[in-house]
């Protein structure tokens, strides 16, 4: 195609095509009767049906992880969680994602790289190994360009404050947090922690799950005549005086 064209991503590409593809439809060609339309419905009637399986576009590869935990495909590294490192992967590359894949399981998924020679990593896949060597969270390369909410570096602060080393290796344990909570409901639960002054990970996970349960509904009545007239006596605590009597006559 001249000129080249320039897209953020494939999506905007196919549609400009598809679009461009159906305004062409009413033009003619030179020396053809009809227009492209009219003999795109001939060529239709004369085309065999299309599979019943959709194709997948992919390419398939057994691949190993290093011991930086880095898969090489297609001449670029993705990174897989530390506990994979030297296991046998199989990758999976689609037009624009890359899967790793352990026993029929995702482990790793990244955009791909069409271009080469690029190392791509997810710091969350190396915290377990950060948890050992809590001085790789300023100097490692997979943490060097990761781009954290700010209240994640006011926790790291206050901590490292209070607790010197102790307090970065709670700020690590709670970075590990995101190994099973997504980013933004880990970055809130800090926020509420920094608001009431309590920045443990235990702390930090109570609120997690505090933010996940769903509010408890409250049961209305309307629509609901059988239970309209129904009524709760009041407790008599007088009954309690009369239990505790009868306790002190048994002592």
């Keep these: 195609m001249v000129p080249i064209p320039q897209f953020d991503d494939f999506e905007d590409f196919n549609q400009k095509l598809a679009d461009d593809c159906r305004n062409d439809l009413a033009r003619k060609l030179r020396g053809k009767s009809g227009t492209k339309s009219e003999r795109l419905e001939e060529d239709r009637r004369a085309m065999r049906l299309l599979p019943a399986d959709e194709f997948e576009a992919r390419r398939v590869k057994n691949c190993r992880a290093n011991t930086l935990s880095l898969v090489r495909f297609d001449r670029n590294d993705y990174s897989v969680p530390t506990q994979y490192a030297h296991r046998a992967v199989v990758v999976v590359g689609s037009i624009d994602r890359v899967r790793i894949v352990i026993d029929d399981r995702v482990v790793a998924e990244h955009v791909r790289d069409w271009e080469a020679e690029n190392v791509h990593y997810d710091p969350i896949h190396y915290l377990g190994l950060l948890q050992k060597k809590p001085n790789s969270l300023d100097f490692g390369r997979p943490f060097e360009q990761w781009d954290l909410p700010a209240g994640f570096t006011v926790l790291r602060r206050r901590l490292e404050s209070d607790c010197a080393s102790d307090g970065r290796r709670e700020f690590i344990k709670i970075l590990r947090l ?74």
């Design 178 to 251: 995101l190994e099973k909570h997504e980013l933004r409901d880990l970055a809130a639960a800090i926020d509420r922690a920094l608001e009431i002054g309590a920045m443990t990970v235990d702390v930090v996970r109570i609120l997690l799950q505090e933010g996940r349960e769903a509010p408890a509904k409250i049961f209305r009545l309307d629509g609901r005549p059988q239970l309209q007239d129904h009524s709760i006596p009041e407790p008599k605590i007088s009954r309690y005086n009369h239990l505790l009597k009868q306790q002190e006559r048994h002592r």
